[in-house]
């Protein structure tokens, strides 16, 4: 609906409604100065004040749709893009510091490495890590027969990357040889979210309607989430071990 909602996750109260965007919101983060910035459809970033909820700034920013954001080490943004670009921006001015291409297709995830390096995945079935500081493609991870739809980065080992795809299945990386260690057949649909909680467990979500969790040691699946009425979109795991849910039929969960 193009809004978006604050909520106070004790008493399941909408604490504020932010209005502006003028097409679907994909993409929340919030910065160091508690900051929410959101990416749309309508190819805009905002940045919002959370305690009032005022837009304070607006950037058009990509020429097509922005399904992923990310923040690096230095608190720049940076925005992938259907336009198949990444862009780096300073938050303060809007002022772009940067375009780096080299993908073929739709950027759909963006995580940052634990030594600062930037990993995109797209619809071009590849997977690029980026040296942030000169824009280089440092390497490409090849080998998939499908579209990437998520990528997370697992903080303790710094040197594994997990994917998820369009096919359902979920592919574990070595980030320095770019060799596939694990290939995991997932889900019936296509990937949705990947997460990893606190107690380094893998969390993926699927258009299937159910939430999986993995043993990260041993890659079984230690148990299903079942029974949503819509596709689990996105999710993310608090800092209190809390999953908060969004599914496509716009019902929130935590």
């Not at 009032?52 to 925005?79: D, F, V, Y």
């Not at 040889?177 to 990893?196: D, V």
Request: hydrophobic share 35%.
């Amino acid at each position: 609906d193009q809004t978006i909602k604050i909520w106070n996750t004790t008493t399941g109260v909408c604490r504020l409604t932010l209005t502006g965007h003028t097409s679907g919101v994909l993409s929340l983060l919030v910065n160091k100065n508690n900051e929410l910035i959101s990416a749309s459809s309508d190819c805009t970033i905002k940045i919002w004040d959370m305690n009032t909820g005022e837009c304070k700034r607006t950037i058009a920013a990509h020429n097509r749709i922005i399904p992923t954001l990310a923040i690096n080490n230095e608190g720049e943004l940076i925005s992938g893009s259907w336009d198949n670009t990444i862009k780096i921006w300073n938050m303060t001015t809007g002022e772009c510091k940067r375009i780096i291409a080299g993908h073929t297709n739709s950027i759909t995830s963006l995580v940052i490495s634990n030594q600062g390096d930037l990993i995109s995945g797209s619809w071009d079935n590849t997977i690029k890590i980026w040296d942030m500081k000169t824009g280089e493609c440092k390497r490409t991870l090849t080998g998939l027969s499908e579209r990437i739809t998520s990528l997370v980065i697992d903080a303790n080992i710094d040197e594994e990357i997990i994917s998820g795809s369009y096919n359902g299945t979920i592919k574990i990386w070595n980030m320095t040889n770019g060799k596939c260690l694990k290939t995991l057949y997932a889900h019936n649909e296509k990937i949705e979210s990947l997460a990893i909680d606190n107690d380094n467990e893998l969390i993926s979500g699927s258009s299937d309607k159910t939430i999986k969790i993995w043993n990260k040691k041993t890659w079984i699946l230690k148990g299903s989430l079942v029974g949503h009425n819509g596709y689990v979109n996105k999710f993310l795991v608090s800092r209190n071990d809390e999953l908060m849910i969004g599914l496509s039929n716009g019902d929130v969960f935590i």
